[in-house]
């Protein structure tokens, strides 16, 4: 049984022969919790053997999507491959959500109930001069009981968190009219405004890296102030990680696009990044309110 | 009851208050709350003992009647609305039955308003400290340590049969009968748990919050726990004692308890001899430090060797100050700010001059008062 | 290098892969050698690949429960330091849930899942393998923390904050490993849905479906929901080690108990992980034997969806001595105890199963029965667990060691072994031994008692867990669960001497096609051992989507 797709007739399901990516990349993986583990401990030999394993595994994973791609464009996949593609970039989608929830739900167990108790008329057996009130509210505040953490100023959203936010629903847009040129077969538009996209999502990423900059030397805000300090760079750290993967994913399929990949009818590639990229604007969005507004 | 097992080679016998030989239900209750929680266990059990017979007489009625071998043709009834929509309303309306008497017990438990005494209870790695907060006896405050005794028995891997085996502290804490007792806990590295289960009490002591529980106990005599939240190495070593006296006991031991606590309060500015110092730096060392560094100070494994050790070696006192008021946390060594300046002066100069090290430094309690600020 | 195939239509796998005509035979055909299992991206072979690394898993962590007991013999240290000892519970406890019960139940997936659906293999083929792959270097790491400076990590398998932040560089390694443990088990999970979800073969609708696929794909939702929240709370720890955040460190603000709320908004769901497919094991075994369709099979689907929904609002159960305000612990116990209803609906679905059968006790359902039975008891000690004024007194006893063990040992680790007796002729091709089985049966149900009924007694009496001594009274029966746990455990080496080990070098009689009358479903359909390749175009089905008719 074949199922007729644009390349041909593709198998009913196609399943690779044996691969040596998949022990190959974990033959990564390996040096890099190693190395990592070990580096943080202080040896230096930890920081090689990190850098030899993201290399390996970086390497391994070109090999492996240049196969995957390969098939792709030679046809072997059918439509139920790319339903299973769709399912899994869903459920993938869904996995990274769960992880945001852990640090989001800190931020507000933090906020709304231990930094409270701590400051609570029970609990001051025990820091008898701490006053309950998040670094955001009150200015000068630092919601550490034991007053080890230096003073901090906290970041508002005027006007850079307000500026990456106008970026990141413009790189939407943009990546919304890529599809549609996409789809309507206008591979010159959909390229210009990939590169839109992509440029959107580097400028995001500098404006971070400023906005960064600025707090530890102007506003002395750093990982290490308390527990605001760490929801802080935490969030908004693996948010601007997630960004630069993101960014990463589209680059590769406008490279792609240059390539001549994708048909106007079959482009899982790209709508799987694109859905990628929604995501992370989704959840930059939850960050802008809760973090910066609130 | 005598050990089945073991025969005479282990003569133990029950211990009032604390564990009973071979004993295979919860404690015999001295406080409401405990007597409650017996109820509901028995009353849970019971129930759960007719459900499970139930159950399982069906199983094994079918088990033994509908066999092949004897002769059983399988019936093809595969569904029926009526008794699935049964098993699930009848055990809904059991579980219902269980959390209405669970439910006010809960209540009660939870109410530690209205107490006659409020001590609280720090957890450090590894002993209790306790501070009488409220009440009679307020201002009270002292450690209970495991007795250094079985803490070596246990090494030794064959320790004497004893009653309280790893149960003895050296101060029990002291509270009167029919009195309402809240407990108010806290700890300073890790996080502990206060149980004594003749009170039917259990409550986590968590390091930089307060958490609350209470009894009131109703018969006089002596109750044991155990730390029941892991708390690293000496985990099980930091036992609780609970002494509840009669009120007029309890008023003697307070008066006798100030008494020495004035008698023992150490002038921070009095400047030591240092022989008197290391003399009592070696108690204090037996007392807090030898369950890890070891009494020879060779420490073990991840825990640090102190004789020969360069920063007691070390000219610059400082360092090993420093330690001492603020831990190592990452390494395991807490923070012993909770002792008197006398006593880490004590200490200190203990272990500069103990063993190997034959330093002659000695730290006086004023620098400790002044490393502090 | 992954080869690729050309677009053919191949006939079905059913009737043995030699049948096929291809054009391209190298890649076709199975793999030899090394390269066969280090390359593998079939399902089958990936599924053997899973099932031997659990065992070997179930080995050391059992090795280490061992060690446990042996020290716990008698009152006194006789073996190893209360450091190491804590070291050994941590370690017996993550190997096992993370090395053991989990992968063997994927393991079970990959084998069964395909087969059972009509499916040619599992959606991600690579993936699949590199899920098998990932666990490897994550268990490397976590056995070689033994050996790095301060011990492995002591801190309790729940990893509690602040004592994580006191241990040494092995904690390190520990959460890495878990990190990629997390990432192996959410790609499986990924394959295990799509797969379920898009690659049934037409006719298999999905209340037609086998009620281990449907264990497993509720299972693979609650493993993508909540192993990235455990990943959070890890990296948390990680930072609070090392980089200075203070989200465990009440003196920047940050809260220790948050640490717990995390871990258990996984936790509770996770050891629902260890029993759904378990269930769905046991529900192909008691209609096989009591040659009688399952009982309420769609109230097994709701009973099952309803375990898991419920499980991800009761995770503080766990937290009742943490001091939470009256309503919480009331929420909680009430949310915990409602989890009775459904798991009851289960039990009484087996029972009805059994009820007018002709009922016949081979070994696998000699265990899936023993599972009902033990798991009931867990079960039950569980639902006292929830009443939150007894768990007052019974949290972190021996009590809870008592109810987990009989849920996990007599739970999940019996239904996997009724699964090797049941499936294991399906993919070996020999039939194991009646009398070994039974032999395995009845000395693991004998001494699993023997070793973990009396730490009832011990934990209502009030001994508190992760403890390398005890007061004397609680001697005696410490021994006795000391002498259970070496029976317990040298069943398991006769299990893997006396079965695994003929069953792998293909000794013993043939086995059929169908070795159980009254079996349902497409792994029957295929011979035994069933073939490299099956179900290459998907198989057309009747109306029951239990045989193939064309
Ligand atoms: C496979 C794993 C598994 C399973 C299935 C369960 C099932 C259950 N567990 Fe268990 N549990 C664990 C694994 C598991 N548990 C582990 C590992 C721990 C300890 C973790 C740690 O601290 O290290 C733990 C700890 C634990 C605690 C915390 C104890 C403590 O630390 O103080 C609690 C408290 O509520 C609890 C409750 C329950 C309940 C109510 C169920 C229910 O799902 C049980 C439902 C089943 C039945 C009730 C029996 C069958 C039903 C009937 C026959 C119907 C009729 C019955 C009635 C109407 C009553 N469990
Ligand atoms: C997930 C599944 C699982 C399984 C299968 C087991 C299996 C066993 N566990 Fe389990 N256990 C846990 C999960 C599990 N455990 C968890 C989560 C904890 C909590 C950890 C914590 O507190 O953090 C725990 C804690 C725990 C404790 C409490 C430790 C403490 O609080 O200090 C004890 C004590 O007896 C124990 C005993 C056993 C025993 C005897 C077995 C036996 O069933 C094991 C049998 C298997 C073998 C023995 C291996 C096969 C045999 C050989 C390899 C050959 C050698 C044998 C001989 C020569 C006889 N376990
Ligand atoms: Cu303190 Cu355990
Ligand atoms: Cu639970």
Redesign the pocket.
Known sequence: MSAATTSGSAPYYFVPGPSRHPVMAAIGLFFVILGAGQWINGHQWGAYSLAFGLLWWAFVLKQWFGDAIRESEGGLYSDRIDVSFRWSMGWFIFSEVMFFAAFFGALYWARVFSVPALGSLENSLLWPDFKAVWPSVVAGATASPAGTVEPFTTIGPWPLPTINTALLLTSGVTLTIAHHALIAGNRAKTIAFMWATVLLGVVFLFVQGFEYAHAYKDLNLKLSSGIFGSTFFMLTGFHGFHVFVGMLMLLFITIRLHKGHFTSERHFGFEGSAWYWHFVDVVWLGLYVVVYWM | MTALATGSALAVNDLKGGPGVNQINLHEPVTRIAADQMWLHNFMLVICLAIFVAVFGVMFYSIFKHRKSKGAVSANFHESVAVEIAWTVVPLLIVIGMALPATKVVVAMKDTTNADLTIKATGYQWKWGYDYLKGEGEGIGFLATLDTEQREASNSGKPEPVDNYLLKVDNPLVVPVDKKVRIITTANDVIHAWMVPAFGVKQDAIPGFVRDTWFKAEKIGDYYGQCAELCGKEHAYMPIHVKVVSAEDYTKWVEGEKKKLAAKADDPSKVWELAALVARGEKVYAANCAACHKADGTGAGPIKALDKSAIVLDADKSKQINILLNGVMDKGMPAWKQLSDTDIAAVISYTKNAWSNKTEQIVQPAEIVAARK | MSAVLPPHGAVGGHAGHDGHAHDDHHDHHAPTGWRRWVFATNHKDIGTLYLLFSFTM??I???L??C??AE?FQPGLQFFNPEL?NQF??M??LI??FG??MPAFVGFANWMLPLQIGASDMAFARMNNFSFWLMIPAAIMLVASFFMPGGAPAA???LYAPLTLQMGPSMDAGIFAMHILGASSIMGSINIIVTILNMRAPGMTLMKMPMFAWTWLITAYLLIAVMPVLAGAITMTLTDRHFGTAFFNPAGGGDPVMYQHIFWFFGHPEVYI?ILPAFGIVSQIVPAFARKKLFGYASMVYATASIAILSFIVWAHHMFATGMPVTGQLFFMYATMLIAVPTGVKIFNWLATMWRGSMTFEVPMLWAVGFIFVFTMGGFTGLICAMAPIDIQIQDTYYV?AH??YV??AG??YALFAGVYYWGPKWSGVMYSEFRGKVHFWGSLIF?NI?FFP?HFLGLAGMP???ADYPMQFTDFNMI?SVG??G???M??YFFLFVVVPMMRGKGAKAPQKPWEAAEGLEWEVPSPAPFHTFETPPKLDASATKIIG
């Open positions: 179930l080995m962590g059992g090795i429960a061992l446990i007991r716990l000892f519970t941590t017996h406890g096992m849930v053991a019960i309790g398998w729940t260890m060691v987990f063990h996990l040992v999940s680790l699993f070793t730490m867990r992760r403890y669960a746990a070496f317990f455990g040298l398991q080496v």
